[in-house]
């Protein structure tokens, strides 16, 4: 099970090269994390909201 906290601790210091995103275990979006520089830093915003607001992470 992956954990919450460790995903936003990914998101908010490397998710500029998606690796929120390879932690879980979506690759695709990982690498277009690290093609485009997070979405341009607007989805690493919306993914650590994304993640904050889950109650349950899976």
Same mark, same amino acid.
Request: aromatic share 22%.
């Given at each position: 099970? &992956?954990?919450?906290?460790?995903?936003? $601790? @990914?998101?908010?210091?490397? #998710?500029?090269? %998606?690796?929120?995103?390879?932690?879980? &275990?979506?690759?695709?979006?990982?690498? $277009? @994390?690290?093609?485009?520089? #997070?979405?341009? %830093?607007?989805?690493?915003?919306?993914?650590?909201?994304?993640?904050?607001?889950? $109650?349950?992470?899976?």
């Amino acid at each position: 099970m &992956k954990s919450k906290w460790i995903a936003l $601790t @990914y998101c908010l210091f490397w #998710g500029y090269l %998606g690796a929120h995103k390879f932690y879980e &275990k979506k690759y695709l979006l990982g690498i $277009t @994390y690290l093609f485009t520089m #997070g979405l341009f %830093g607007f989805g690493v915003i919306h993914d650590a909201l994304a993640i904050l607001s889950r $109650t349950n992470y899976k």
